[in-house]
């Protein structure tokens, strides 16, 4: 599995781009956000990936961070998505805004996106209700709290659960001891 490519950007299209890492030439599939947030041609970019691999194809996708990433694998595992479908989403919607409408179950908003009626919008609502956050909140954490939220919820908790039990901890500090004042938080 890929997980991420830095190179040299080759070519830019909204739906892909050429990635060149140490010669060679990377195809990835992107959002429209994705794109919004890349360099200049020429310069060097970084991208968190995501390989499908198919049986008349390998796809690689990339993202501009994990949030994005997060909601593209979220999308995928609702029946009927697919990796086109789950970009065209995430090319109208940021994760942050995509997380809002399934929380206020705005259909209207959701069948807006090409290719999503309503039936398939009802389902992504059904489906994906709790299991997108406003990355918001992530992004005003450290990289301790991260690593304790995702300790917690490898250990079962929900990312909800997780989010609430690392409020308050310290921002710097050893993410064992994270881990268990989190787990302490979440006992009482």
Do not use: C, W
């Not at 830095?6 to 739906?15: H, M, N, S, V």
């Not at 992107?30 to 390989?51: C, D, F, H, N």
């Not at 406003?134 to 954490?141: D, F, K, L, R």
């Amino acid at each position: 599995m890929i997980a991420y490519l830095t190179g040299i950007l080759i070519e830019k299209q909204p739906a892909h781009i050429i990635l060149e890492v140490q010669g060679v030439g990377y195809e990835v599939h992107i959002s429209m956000q994705t794109y919004a947030a890349l360099p200049e041609i020429g310069q060097s970019v970084r991208l968190l990936t995501q390989q499908i691999i198919r049986e008349d194809a390998h796809l690689l996708f990339g993202f501009a961070d994990k949030s994005e990433k997060t909601a593209f694998l979220e999308l995928l595992k609702v029946s009927g998505v697919g990796a086109k479908t789950a970009l065209a989403v995430l090319s109208v919607f940021d994760s942050d805004s995509l997380a809002n409408a399934i929380a206020n179950d705005d259909v209207r908003k959701i069948s807006s996106v090409p290719g999503i009626g309503k039936k398939t919008a009802e389902r992504l609502i059904l489906e994906l209700r709790g299991k997108l956050t406003h990355t918001g909140v992530v992004s005003a954490v450290s990289n301790t709290q991260d690593e304790v939220i995702e300790t917690l919820i490898a250990l079962g908790y929900s990312e909800k659960e997780a989010r609430n039990a690392v409020k308050g901890l310290p921002e710097n500090g050893d993410t064992a001891e994270g881990v268990r004042m989190a787990l302490k938080k979440l006992s009482s």
